[in-house]
């Protein structure tokens, strides 16, 4: 969710936001690798976004609100398919410094259509027709589940950047 405000505004998800905290907002656009979106845009954290971010791509978006995540430093985050419109490289430099480093000891509830990620779940919770079919790790699911096993077949064939 972007708000028509400024990037500051956006990450603390207030307006009218203290420049005071600027360097924690930009610690966290770093770490949700926008360092290269942020130099790019004319007014740096003071530059205003339309409704619902609409002059930003999908990936830009989920940086934003990954970011946010970060800013609160919340012990537990929700994480709906975050990285669904983030490429390849970007999505392994977030795995590799915030899930596997700086978030590892947070509690993180994700929903992903992503297969890469499965592996780092601690507990995956495996649905079909809108109802729990399995639960429990990957290597479990993937012992004990013919029909997860099929699921994730792709994932095996490739190579786990992870």
């Known amino acids: 969710?972007?708000?028509s405000t400024n990037?500051?505004?956006n990450?603390?998800?207030?307006?009218?936001?203290?420049k005071s905290n600027d360097p924690k907002v930009l610690s966290s656009l770093y770490r949700s690798e926008f360092k290269k979106d942020l130099e790019s845009l004319d007014n740096h954290l003071d530059t205003e976004f339309g409704e619902r971010g609409v002059n930003l791509s999908g990936g830009q978006r989920?940086?934003?609100n990954i970011a946010r995540a970060d800013f609160s430093d919340s012990e537990i985050l929700l994480l709906d398919d975050s990285f669904s419109a983030i490429d390849v490289e970007t999505e392994t430099k977030l795995i590799n410094n915030l899930l596997l480093k700086d978030w590892k000891d947070k509690?993180?509830?994700m929903?992903?259509?992503?297969?890469?990620?499965?592996?780092?779940a601690t507990r995956i919770i495996f649905l079909k027709d809108g109802k729990i079919k399995n639960e429990g790790s990957f290597e479990e699911l993937t012992k004990m589940d013919s029909e997860f096993r099929s699921f994730t077949l792709q994932l095996t064939e490739n190579t786990n950047p992870f």
């Not at 990450?11 to 203290?18: K, R």
């Not at 929903?111 to 780092?120: E, F, G, I, K």
């Open 1 to 3: 969710f972007i708000v």
């Open 7 to 9: 990037l500051r505004d």
């Open 11 to 18: 990450i603390y998800l207030e307006y009218d936001t203290p």
């Open 62 to 64: 989920q940086r934003i």
């Open 107 to 109: 509690t993180i509830i």
């Open 111 to 120: 929903t992903s259509h992503r297969l890469s990620l499965l592996p780092l």
